[in-house]
């Protein structure tokens, strides 16, 4: 955390990405962060602490990955990952939100009870959600939303700061009896967010096949990568779940079909919806750990789904903290210093980092700001180097 009363200047910042699709880039301006803070975009200050030189780069706002599986700190069994939060760091993921913690070895997916799920959210609440060793923001604690859970159970999840649900292991043969429905209304009621697993079963064998019937029947806040993680539904009932639940944000993670993400981006441009476009990397998994997994969605987004290149951004920023209730995410006062700095790489033909994504190259990562504290500087250990990189210095 950044000393009290301290403040930080970006300055020489070629292009802003806000991260919200209501607000257009802006060129040649620069950041004043207080205490952590964002305070005000476009002025200068005499005496700032720390003075963050963009050095005409592109800054946008910290990556919210929608979509990750944690299981203890900063170990997951899944590719015996250790440290892989910190890696993400470097890839520019600042906020991360649990799909969740379903990799705990010994898990009896098809005999969850209630009693397991919740001790498992409340434990990864209290742990992994609470300890930051690496800095990123990680929304840990997500329920396993199982048959015979209770109003009170919800309301000991929300008393413990647990927001996230997911139904992926729900038995959907009996929706008919209302329950999953009732789950639904329980956590609006109590301000929380419910995903849900679409498409087909994924590598453990265990989740469920939601196609249209199921995922329009629940109605859940945000339906969990529609476009494959890894088996997507088949393209008409994509569109038809994008048609007939216009009140729902659709993921896209990087255990895509890249196919399906095409049919999936097509149609929220054609209806004038992509705010609901949402993006994660479904990772640690058997898509593999991948610390610049949500800049490759990015690139691919704007390099071959035919997205301008901020839009983009905002699908793995503003719209993904929007969409889970998470303050980040967005470059504007009164939001938390969450920033990336990030340019071409030698060798790009591109002119800044938003023309990199739009060229679906890699951009190079110099500086990240979380709460105005740079833990990033100088180089990102995850990309090859900016060509012109930002630097850090105290005022
Ligand atoms: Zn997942």
Redo the contacts with the bound molecule.
Sequence with gaps: MPNQSSVTLVTNVGTLVTGELTSPPLHDTSVLIEDGTVVAIGEDHRRPDVVVDANGQTVIPGLVDG?V?PTVGEWTPAQNSTGWVRNYLHGGTTTMVS??E?HVPGLPFDDLSPELVLGLATLSRQTIGAYRPSGVKVDAGTLLLVPGLRANDFDRMAEAGIRQLKF?FYDWSRLDDGEAAEYVAWAHERGMVVKL?SGGV?RSGSSRVAGYDVVTAVRPDVV??ISG?PIPMPDEEIRGVLDDLPQAAVEV?S?MNYRATKVTVDHLVATGAVDRLTLGT?TP?GTGVIPRGMLRNICYLAGMCGLAPEVAVAAATGNVARWHGNPAGVLAPGRPADLVVLGPIQGSSARDGLESFALGDLPGISVVLVDGAPLVAGRGEQTPPARTPATVRRG
């Design positions: 979509h599986h799909a969740g379903l992926i697993h994924s969990a990568h993680g993670c255990s479904d998994g």
